[in-house]
């Protein structure tokens, strides 16, 4: 019996390993299709990776808004995935950053997803062609751009990287520093200062 052109497509591309990019190469995975994700980062994880620093692409954009501190918005009850809750060790609901960088990391491990994902992988161009999508990769460990072809791309790169600074009336009358909720990392540098 001969293949329909539908039952041939396979090849799945996931841009990004954060919590949508995991489920989606999971969940591609799974249903027996050839999938790979690619994350521009070092690890797997997102906006829940933590660093001290600003981490910077060469465009001095920061890809974080992770701060020291931070505890989930969400109880943890609803932030696991169907087939594969948050341990019932934690007992907190709102749970700290850390914890959920570190569900993340179990959760890839315990599917295993890492042979399926390319770090240091920056997807630059996604281009469709007639039957199937053409993927521009930059491989950072070895600085090369080479196109891959897919039949199908899910985009999982997250809506945090970009900050839109508001302009509000009188902005320019205020003499100390303004920042972007994007770039704040340490409560303690703001000690003693009227906000």
Same mark, same amino acid.
């Given at each position: %019996? &001969?293949?329909?052109?539908?039952?041939? %497509?396979?090849?799945?591309?996931?841009?990004? /390993?954060?919590? /949508?990019?995991?489920?989606? @190469?999971?969940?591609?995975?799974?249903?027996?299709?050839?999938?790979? /994700?690619?994350? =521009?980062?070092?690890?797997?994880?997102?906006?829940?990776?933590?660093?001290?620093?600003?981490?910077?692409?060469?465009?001095?954009?920061?890809?974080?808004?992770?701060?020291?501190?931070?505890?989930?918005?969400?109880?943890?009850?609803? %932030?696991?995935?169907?087939?594969?809750?948050?341990?019932?060790?934690?007992?907190?609901?709102?749970?700290?950053?850390?914890?959920?960088?570190?569900?993340?990391?179990?959760? /890839?491990?315990?599917?295993?997803? =890492?042979?399926?994902?390319? @770090?240091?992988?920056?997807?630059?161009?996604?281009?469709?062609?007639? &039957?199937?999508?053409?993927?521009?990769?930059?491989?950072?460990? &070895? &600085?090369? $751009?080479?196109?891959?072809?897919?039949?199908?791309?899910?985009? $999982?790169?997250?809506?945090?990287?970009?900050?839109?600074?508001?302009?509000?009336?009188?902005?320019?009358?205020?003499?100390?520093?303004?920042?972007?909720?994007?770039?704040?990392?340490?409560?303690?540098?703001?000690?003693?200062?009227?906000?």
């Amino acid at each position: %019996m &001969n293949k329909t052109p539908m039952q041939e %497509m396979r090849r799945v591309c996931v841009i990004g /390993a954060g919590t /949508a990019g995991l489920s989606a @190469l999971k969940n591609s995975l799974q249903a027996g299709l050839e999938a790979v /994700a690619y994350e =521009r980062g070092a690890e797997i994880g997102g906006t829940w990776i933590f660093s001290d620093e600003l981490p910077k692409d060469e465009h001095e954009e920061v890809h974080s808004s992770m701060y020291e501190g931070l505890r989930t918005n969400l109880p943890k009850e609803v %932030m696991g995935y169907p087939d594969y809750p948050y341990p019932t060790e934690i007992e907190d609901s709102f749970i700290t950053s850390q914890q959920v960088l570190e569900f993340l990391h179990s959760y /890839a491990d315990h599917f295993n997803l =890492r042979p399926h994902i390319k @770090l240091q992988h920056e997807v630059i161009r996604v281009r469709p062609r007639l &039957n199937d999508w053409e993927v521009y990769v930059w491989d950072h460990n &070895n &600085n090369t $751009c080479d196109p891959v072809y897919y039949d199908f791309i899910y985009v $999982c790169n997250g809506h945090y990287t970009e900050p839109d600074m508001p302009t509000i009336e009188g902005m320019d009358l205020f003499e100390g520093p303004q920042i972007h909720s994007h770039v704040y990392r340490k409560a303690e540098k703001f000690k003693g200062e009227s906000m």
